[in-house]
């Protein structure tokens, strides 16, 4: 939800903030308060073309902030992490700058994003209805996924994408051997020759090590023996020996224990000392008899590593690159050898896959179309509860058809159906648009083509209402929403406005008192002079004041008693 809007320097607005909860958000004025303008500044933050003209005259920038709470959204959360910004927070906050030398500046979470970061964060956060770019039901590639969502059909896409996920895996293996083929026959001789080599020497994983502390010790035998037969002599069998002396000591700290029983604890670990260097003697004797002066040996191992220095020089530096490339040789070789039968085994495992991903776009689009007609029964319905009285909505489906016969099995980007092949997309084989006719005798056009104004704000409300629990936007904005509207079609409106508040935070910019009435929070947009200047400023309403407020859209300025009362009325305040 959209907690809070800081709008600086923008057009009329000199500096405007506001707080906002849940559900039903209504803003009120005058017609040329600027309550569009509010909107139009919405727009910025979600990605909107921005135009040096929104500068307030005398100001060097304007300055839009958004906060939102976006907890539980795994669609921003993965747009985030896609641009390695943080998505874990409980709040975003979303700015756009435009300079009046015409640059524009973005930032998420203060850190600075492109244009087209803001917007598709913009687009899973709010939908705008109006005049703007940020309405999801008018682009096309949005319809499949508002379909399913309505018909509960998520786990059915997931199971095909996951098919289809792993036939495209199949298809760029298959690509890069094709691309691989005439490089590695052309390479063969080359690669047999190196393959030998390398095995000629036959590298073992860690053996070089093991050689190299092999020959530190053969390289320094002498000084080793030497060494290890001094220390022997002084710890243990030499005149006045560290033994010996240990042994002096403790036979005196036993002597005095005798005395003072404080000195037993000494004597019990001197005797502890003369057990360590004894083993200490022991071991060292033993590795002194083990000492092996061998020539050869020596020779042998400085061979091997020489051997082994060649290779590494030639074929990447380290024995663990020799290594990987002899892998690599090999499976070129293999390649080379088996090309054909391999190259066949991966087409038929393709193929195989691709027709367990038919056969699960199939389903998934029989499905769709006993969805869709649901869909179109509850939309006509809900047209008729806002005025609509003579509305037609219908979801088309369709799919892309490919040249060729239902045997050409060439291309993995289509399966075949019958006498046709059809492309595979991300969600299935099926295109859906959504048609609608809002007259008697008009001929159904597509969504997108339908007229801006109040009637497609209508028609965007019957389908956010059809749609409300499946769609995820959290914020829905209607501006224009009843243009054209009034009495029972007004309540109507209200009510499907108020039922979707439910589900969503609706902010709707309302003239009517039949909507403005049902509001959970009503903001009054008005336009004030100051210091000579004009400038459009917001405030939120108490309950009291609102009552006023929705007196006043229905009786005009002049308030009386019994329009309070009948404002309380259709406020449901008794």
Known sequence: MLRSLLIKNYTLIDELSAEFSGGLVILT?????????????????????????????????????????????????????????????????????????????????????????????????????????????????????????????????????????????????????????????????????????????????????????????????????????????????????????????????????QIDERFAEAARECASAEAVVAELARFIQGYN????????????????????????????????????????????????????????????????????????????????????????????????KLGIEHGRFSTGIGRDELPGTDRDDSSLEAVPLGRTRVRLLERGIDRVEFAISTNLGEEERPLVQVASGGEVSRIMLALKSILAKADRLPVLVFDEIDVGVSGRIAQAVGRSLKQLSAFHQVIAITHLPQIAGLADEHFVVAKEERNGRTMTTVRKLTLEEQVHEVAKLMSGAQVTETGLAGARELMGLG
Do not use: W
Request: charged share 30%; proline share 1%.
């Open 29 to 257: 004025g005058e017609t040329g308060a600027g309550k569009s303008i509010l909107v139009d500044a919405m727009g910025l933050i979600l990605g909107e073309r921005a135009s040096v003209e929104v500068v307030r005259a005398g100001a060097d920038r304007a300055i839009v902030e958004g906060v939102f709470g976006v907890r539980g959204n795994q669609r921003l959360a993965r747009i985030l992490r896609e641009q390695e910004l943080e998505a874990e927070a409980a709040e975003l906050i979303v700015r756009r700058e435009v300079s009046a030398k015409g640059q524009s500046r973005c930032f998420v979470n203060d850190s600075p994003v492109t244009l087209a970061v803001l917007k598709s964060v913009g687009e899973v956060l709010v939908d705008l209805h109006g005049q703007h770019e940020h309405q999801s039901l008018l682009r096309v590639e949005n319809h499949v996924a508002m379909l399913d969502d309505f018909g509960g059909l998520d786990g059915m896409v997931a199971e095909y994408q996951g098919v289809l996920e792993k036939l495209r895996g199949l298809r760029r293996e298959i690509n890069a051997l094709q691309k691989k083929e005439q490089q590695v026959k052309e390479r063969q001789e080359l690669s047999a020759f190196q393959l030998r080599e390398i095995d000629a020497v036959a590298p073992v994983a860690g053996e070089e090590e093991e050689l190299e502390r092999e020959l530190r010790i053969l390289e320094n035998a002498e000084r080793l023996f030497a060494t290890t037969a001094a220390l022997y002599e002084s710890l243990y069998e030499g005149e006045r020996s560290v033994r010996d002396l240990l042994l002096v000591a403790r036979n005196q700290l036993d002597a005095i224990a």
């Open 289 to 384: 008899a083990g000492v092996e002066f061998n020539p050869e040996r020596l020779e042998t191992i400085r061979e091997r590593l020489g051997r082994l220095s060649l290779l590494k020089k030639k074929y990447g530096g380290t024995l663990e690159a020799v290594l990987s490339h002899r892998a690599g040789l090999a499976e070129d070789l293999s390649l080379a050898e088996h090309y054909d039968e391999i190259l066949q085994a991966r087409h038929a495992e393709a193929v195989a896959v691709r027709s367990e991903c038919a056969a699960l776009a199939e389903r998934l689009s029989g499905k769709r179309h006993e969805v869709a007609r649901k869909l179109d029964r509850a939309i006509v319905q809900e047209l008729k």
